[in-house]
C-alpha cells in the first residue's frame, strides 16, 4: 500500500463543495451587521466575532486534518505555512504568505493576498474601530488550540481601516502537551 501524501490546497479546493462566493460575502456581511444593531458597541462585535470563529475553529479542524491528509507538524512554523498554504486555501480559496517571524519562532504574520469576506465592504466612519474579518482570528486560535497550540491571534493590518494589506498576527503562548483520558496498562 502506498503512503498517504499530503493534499496540496489547490488539490482540496477542487474537490470541495462550495457555496456562491457572493452569498458567502453578503450572508457574512448581514450577520455583521445584525451584530451592530444588536450589541452597538464596536469592541463587543469584535469580541463576538472573535468567539464565533473560534467556534467555527474548534470544529473545522476535524474536517481539515480528514481532508487533507496533513500529517503532524513538527514545530509551530510548519504549522503556520500548512494553514497559510492549505487551510485557507481550503476553505477559503485563498493563500497567505507567512513572513516576519521572531527569533524565538513563537510569533509570525500571515499576509492574506486576498479576502473575499470584504467584497462589496466600505465601513463607516462609526465603525472604524471595527476589525470587520475578526472571525478568521477566531478560527485560526480555534483550530490552533485543538491541535494543543495555545496562541493569540490579532489584526497588524487591514485594508478595511486604510493599510495596505490584511496582516494576522500569530503569537504562540504555550505548546500543550497531549493528554490522554486513560492508560492502558492500568
Known sequence: MAPV???SGDA????VERVNAELFTLTY???VRQLLTDLEEVDEVNKQLDQMGYNIGIRLIDEFLAKSN???C???KETA????KVGLKMFLG???TVTNWDVEGTTCSLILEDNPLVDFVELPDTCQGLYYCNILSGVVRGALEMVSMKTEVTWLRDMLRGDDA????????KQVPEEYPYKDDE
Not at 482540496?12 to 474537490?15: G, L, T
Not at 490584511?166 to 503562548?173: G, N, S
Open 94 to 96: 485563498i493563500t497567505a
Open 70 to 72: 496533513v500529517s503532524r
Open 166 to 173: 490584511f496582516e494576522l498576527q500569530l503569537k504562540l503562548l
Open 81 to 84: 505555512e500548512v494553514i497559510g
Open 29 to 31: 456581511g448581514a450577520i
Open 74 to 76: 513538527v514545530d509551530f
Open 5 to 7: 501524501v499530503p493534499r
Open 12 to 15: 482540496i479546493f477542487a474537490n
